[in-house]
């Protein structure tokens, strides 16, 4: 399991209040995650799967990957995108940094809500450092199911990020809310990096539950 830095708020990118974190868990990778307030501060040597950012922050994001060495950026894009918007905006960021693969994340609402729309990205820019990460708190909230999902792009699967949904809120620790975590392991195993992320949390130690949500319904 890797810990998702969103849940420490404008300090997700303090690589002290990370490694605290890490340390508090138990956990010993870390995807870092970017937003309003936060900036980079000693990520060097910290173990940094990736970096989750919107277009709006992809500065930082970017320096934050180079300062940690991450490989990899998943990329929320703009709701309002269609496939052939998101397809010049993903080749413009990989064509601009080059040596850091992209993901895009599952787009919370828009044409690219449609897994057939995002499909057409992937087909589009095949055999370029572009892959797909999972979300299933917002695939529960699309009109279709984690399987039609899976099966439609589960081809250009990279990670999954795990937080969970009660009616239209997404973004809670797991157990909190609807997903069903056993049926979620089942599918996803051990085949892809799986990352605790949700939103800030007034102690990360409340975490401690959610890990032992994961686990006992299979996730490591």
């Avoid at 052939?84 to 609402?109: K, M, N």
Wanted: aromatic share 4%.
């Amino acid at each position: 399991m890797i810990f998702g830095s969103g849940a420490l708020g404008e300090r997700a990118l303090d690589g002290t209040a990370v490694r605290s974190a890490l340390a508090m868990l138990g956990l010993d990778r870390t995807m870092l995650v970017v937003g309003k307030g936060c900036r980079p501060v000693s990520l060097s040597g910290l173990p940094v799967e990736a970096v989750r950012s919107d277009l709006e922050h992809l500065g930082p994001a970017v320096a934050a990957a180079q300062a940690s060495r991450a490989a990899r950026l998943v990329l929320d894009l703009p709701t309002d995108l269609d496939a052939e918007g998101a397809c010049r905006t993903v080749y413009d960021v990989v064509s601009r940094h080059p040596g850091l693969a992209v993901a895009v994340q599952t787009p919370a609402d828009g044409p690219l809500s449609d897994p057939r729309q995002l499909l057409l990205v992937f087909e589009d820019l095949a055999g370029r450092p572009v892959g797909y990460w999972h979300r299933p708190a917002r695939v529960h909230l699309s009109d279709l199911g984690e399987i039609d999902w899976l099966d439609l792009i589960g081809g250009s699967l990279v990670g999954i990020s795990l937080d969970d949904v009660a009616g239209s809120e997404t973004g809670l620790p797991p157990g909190l809310g609807e997903l069903d975590y056993r049926t979620l392991s089942e599918m996803h195993g051990r085949a892809v990096p799986t990352v605790l992320d949700v939103d800030p949390v007034p102690d990360v130690a409340l975490l401690k539950i959610a890990l032992d949500t994961l686990r006992a319904n299979g996730f490591r």
